[in-house]
């Protein structure tokens, strides 16, 4: 602002210097005096160069969930009606998968999604509680296929006894701790009933547990192939 200021007030100067010669000659009349003519310095504005904002942009983000599908194929002649997905360190087995509408029928498969990426035990069960199949420490850090194709080899826990069985543990004789049962609580094994448990050949321990707390063990037991029956009585 200074120095338009200045500028303009030197230019008002000139103006008023001209007036004043051409009023002189007016008074002092004879021939005009020939006014000089005064070349008024142009005074070059400043071009201010505004600054150029960029324009405002929104990236787009995709939000990462992070999630992990499973896709179970049943390749067995029974129909999965229970599936449990737990984390590899936890007591249980936690909730039930499916759901009370959903089943996934023999020769066909079903997908579970948003499941967070880790390591997994899973378990499946037909509509009766029977165990077809069960698989731990599963990697889910990417998109996964189980495959149930079920087990020529089983454990048949045959409740002759008075009581329910609420707990069924199948641990390798290396094992120092019986970890998670593979019967669900909440659909114990009723007196006068009998459930299957998928198994592999090999040497296990065995403990069921009835409902009030009191436990049956059973260690170092050989499964050579085909049903092995293990009847609980009083």
Same mark, same amino acid.
């Given at each position: 602002?200074?120095?338009?200021?200045?500028? %303009?007030?030197?230019?008002?100067?000139?103006?008023?210097? @001209?007036?004043?010669?051409?009023?002189?000659?007016?008074?002092?009349?004879?021939?005009?005096?020939?006014?000089?003519?005064?070349?008024?310095?142009?005074?070059?504005?400043?071009?201010?160069?505004?600054?150029?904002?960029?324009?405002?942009?929104?990236?787009?983000?995709?939000?990462? +969930?992070? %999630?992990?599908?499973?896709?179970?194929?049943?390749?067995?002649?029974? /129909?999965?009606?229970?599936?449990?997905?737990?984390?590899?360190?936890? /007591? /249980?087995?936690?909730?039930?998968?499916?759901?009370? !509408?959903?089943?996934?029928?023999?020769? %066909?498969?079903?997908?579970?999604?948003?499941?967070?990426?880790?390591?997994?035990?899973?378990?499946?069960?037909?509509? =009766?509680?029977?165990?077809?199949?069960?698989?731990?420490?599963?990697?889910?850090?990417? =998109?996964?296929?189980?495959?149930?194709?079920? %087990?020529?080899?089983?454990?048949? @826990?045959?409740?002759?006894?008075?009581?329910?069985?609420?707990?069924?543990?199948?641990?390798?004789?290396?094992?120092?701790?019986?970890?998670?049962?593979?019967?669900?609580?909440?659909?114990?094994?009723?007196? &006068?009933?009998?459930?299957?448990?998928?198994?592999?050949?090999?040497?296990? =321990?065995?403990?069921?547990?009835?409902? !009030?707390?009191?436990?049956?063990?059973? +260690?170092?037991?050989?499964?050579? &192939?085909?049903?092995?029956?293990?009847?609980?009585? =009083?």
């Amino acid at each position: 602002m200074s120095i338009f200021s200045q500028e %303009s007030k030197g230019r008002i100067a000139l103006v008023v210097a @001209v007036m004043a010669l051409v009023a002189l000659a007016c008074v002092c009349g004879g021939t005009p005096a020939v006014v000089p003519t005064v070349a008024v310095p142009t005074v070059a504005v400043p071009t201010v160069a505004l600054p150029t904002t960029a324009p405002i942009t929104s990236e787009a983000t995709t939000e990462t +969930t992070g %999630s992990i599908s499973l896709k179970v194929v049943n390749q067995t002649t029974s /129909d999965i009606c229970y599936l449990y997905i737990t984390d590899s360190g936890s /007591d /249980d087995w936690g909730p039930e998968q499916l759901g009370t !509408d959903q089943t996934i029928a023999a020769s %066909s498969d079903f997908t579970i999604t948003d499941i967070p990426p880790g390591t997994y035990d899973l378990e499946t069960e037909d509509c =009766d509680h029977n165990v077809i199949s069960w698989n731990y420490n599963v990697d889910l850090s990417e =998109d996964n296929t189980l495959t149930v194709s079920g %087990s020529p080899d089983q454990l048949a @826990v045959e409740n002759t006894s008075s009581k329910q069985l609420c707990g069924l543990y199948i641990s390798p004789p290396t094992e120092e701790n019986w970890g998670r049962s593979h019967l669900n609580p909440e659909h114990p094994i009723d007196p &006068g009933t009998t459930r299957t448990f998928a198994i592999t050949s090999g040497t296990w =321990d065995l403990r069921v547990e009835t409902c !009030d707390g009191t436990s049956i063990d059973r +260690t170092g037991q050989e499964f050579t &192939g085909g049903t092995f029956t293990w009847t609980i009585s =009083d």
